[in-house]
Antibody
């Protein structure tokens, strides 16, 4: 069955970067866009952007340009998101998902604190 | 950006009663291909969101037929025909007609 398995929680210092992973299984990784979604504590969902693994093409929410970098490793069917210059506003749960399909990762909790 | 506005529920909803959740978009989500680019999700407490409805009215695989989606180009409704304890959580609508994809603020369902 389809699974999206994300990396573990991260505690990072302000100004640093964090890179998280999303390993896909159960389907042809290169055939479907992978989206990343942010959920700040107790709040709604924000779409960060998406990547098409076959070509590496990306689309971003303007709000997250310069903040998020999306990449993939086709050899391991893994998508990555790196967040840079972290502030407290970046503390949140980050999900990878195939939007519009019933497949979501379990989420990565990122805490930015000194 | 397309703004998605969700209505509230008169919580708590008695078990077995029906519940309707509304969502309004700031722009029509009806494409010239005849499809409406709207999804509905449920996020149960402590869990990832799960897809309930796509293309405004198509139930996702494994989703109970107690859930149904309807609407026009800008006004949408998710109806739960007979609420059960497992339906507790926050419901989100989401548009995927235009970038950036946007979600509603969520509608919380509590059961009595």
């Amino acid at each position: 069955q389809v699974k999206l398995l994300q990396s573990g929680a991260a505690l990072v210092k302000p100004g640093a970067s964090v890179k998280m992973s999303c390993k896909a299984s159960g389907y042809t990784f290169t055939d479907y866009w992978v989206s990343w979604v942010k959920q700040s504590h107790g709040k709604s969902l924000e779409w960060i952007g998406e990547i098409y693994p076959n070509s590496g093409a990306t689309n971003f929410n303007e709000k997250f340009k310069g903040k998020a970098t999306l990449t993939v490793d086709k050899s391991t069917s893994t998508a990555y998101m790196e967040l840079s210059r972290l502030t407290s506003e970046d503390s949140a749960i980050y999900y990878c998902t195939r939007l519009g399909a019933p497949y979501w990762g379990q989420g990565v909790m990122v805490t930015v604190s000194s | 950006d397309i703004v998605m506005t969700q209505g509230a529920l008169p919580n708590p909803v008695p078990s077995g009663e029906s519940a309707s959740i509304t969502c309004q978009s700031s722009k029509s989500l009806l494409h010239s291909n005849g499809k409406t680019y709207l999804n509905w999700y449920l996020q149960r407490p402590g869990q990832s969101p799960q897809l309930l409805i796509y293309w405004m009215s198509t139930r996702a695989s494994g989703v109970s037929d107690r859930f149904s989606g309807s609407g026009s180009g800008t006004d949408f409704t998710l109806k739960i025909s007979s609420v059960e304890a497992e339906d507790v959580g926050v419901y989100y609508c989401q548009q995927f007609l235009e970038y950036p994809f946007t979600f509603g603020s969520g509608t919380k369902l509590e059961i009595k």
